[in-house]
T-cell receptor, first 112, second 114 residues
């Protein structure tokens, strides 16, 4: 599992509330990613990070922000959750010098 | 614009048969092509990957075939087993030193019937 944990694993929240998901890794990987998975869409990249305080947008970044103040933690924030953000969110790391990405166990988020 | 197209959406194969899943891509800058296997409630797990300098890569019962001119690649699962029943995703990325993430196909739900 490449030493990746995600928290919480499940969350139900109401429309309009802020939500922060956490990805934690223990192996000092430089590159970290957030994806969302929805039926019929596969996985889509939300944001990624290439170092502490270095982040960039992915394909579906609207409504999301990220922060990385420490190598081991990559946070995904939904400033004001909407029902369209109901999804399963996966964090991933990439091994340096390769294209290999390894995924965490996921967070199932339901916005009511 | 869907940059990686995967087919079929679902596939049923008899135990011992060959499962074949196909993907096509559009971005000629892609140079890394992995396949992921995902079981319900779990994260995607890297299964096998290929780069365009080879046309085939085999790991156990899993083989990737790659056709650069056609911009297509496929996953073959030989001697398919019920434990192979899962959702499979193809993906692609540019790995030339940047941090770009993976672009995924929409997935294939594979069922191996005993």
């Amino acid at each position: 599992d490449a030493g990746i944990t995600q928290s919480p694993r499940h969350k139900v929240t109401e429309t309009g509330t802020p939500v922060t998901l956490r990805c934690h890794q223990t192996e000092n990987h430089r590159y970290m990613y957030w994806y969302r998975q929805d039926p019929g869409h596969g996985l889509r990249l939300i944001h990624y990070s290439y170092g502490v305080k270095d982040t960039d947008k992915g394909e579906v970044s609207d409504g999301y922000s990220v922060s990385r103040s420490k190598t081991e933690d990559f946070l995904l924030t939904l400033e004001s959750a909407t029902s369209s953000q109901t999804s399963v969110y996966f964090c991933a790391i990439r091994l340096a010098g390769t294209g290999e990405q390894y995924f965490g166990p996921g967070t199932r988020l339901t916005v009511t | 614009q869907q940059q990686v197209k995967q087919s079929p959406q679902s596939l049923i194969v008899q135990k011992g048969g060959i499962s074949i899943i196909n993907c096509a891509y559009e971005n000629t800058a892609f140079d890394y092509f992995p396949w992921y296997q995902q079981f319900p409630g779990k994260g995607p797990a890297l299964l096998i990957a290929i780069r365009p300098d080879v046309s085939e890569k085999k790991e156990g019962r899993f083989t990737i075939s790659f056709n650069k001119s056609a911009k297509q690649f496929s996953l073959h699962i030989m001697d398919s087993q019920p434990g192979d029943s899962a959702t499979y995703f193809c993906a692609a990325s540019e790995s030339g030193g940047g941090a770009d993430g993976l672009t995924f196909g929409k997935g294939t739900h594979l069922i191996i019937q005993p």
